[in-house]
């Protein structure tokens, strides 16, 4: 569901999407370094972190200090808005206590992902 809701934009994948949430968040956060945190959600190397920056300066997203440009904030924030309406329409119908817990069954499912995928024989990096 989220590729067709990015397809609104130039945001090409949902790697990209992490990526350019974090360096806006980063604008008015430093809480974690937005390249780690970008890392871990991805569970990937930094080369190909490098390799969406690049490819993300070159589309006019970020600027050359890694910050988004004009069309990167408007760009996450149409994607933001698309996501935003797609999951209003998924959760239709579904109340507040039973939105609560599919939210946290689906942090648990992230989280034991994520720590599956740090580890071998699961790991991606290794």
């Not at 067709?4 to 990526?19: C, F, K, Q």
């Not at 970020?62 to 149409?78: F, I, N, Q, S, V």
């Not at 034991?112 to 995928?117: G, T, V």
């Amino acid at each position: 569901m989220l590729l067709p809701s990015l397809a609104t934009t130039r945001i090409d994948t949902y790697g990209e999407r992490i990526l350019l949430n974090a360096v806006s968040a980063a604008v008015r956060s430093a809480d974690i370094p937005w390249r780690t945190a970008v890392r871990q959600a991805l569970c990937v190397e930094p080369q190909k972190v490098d390799d969406m920056l690049c490819r993300m300066r070159s589309t006019g997203l970020l600027g050359p200090d890694d910050t988004p440009t004009a069309l990167g904030a408007a760009e996450l924030e149409r994607g933001s808005s698309a996501i935003a309406a797609i999951t209003s329409d998924l959760v239709d119908g579904i109340d507040e206590p039973g939105q609560a817990i599919t939210r946290t069954v689906l942090k648990r499912i992230g989280t034991s992902a994520r720590d599956l995928l740090a580890s071998p024989p699961y790991s991606l990096t290794s």
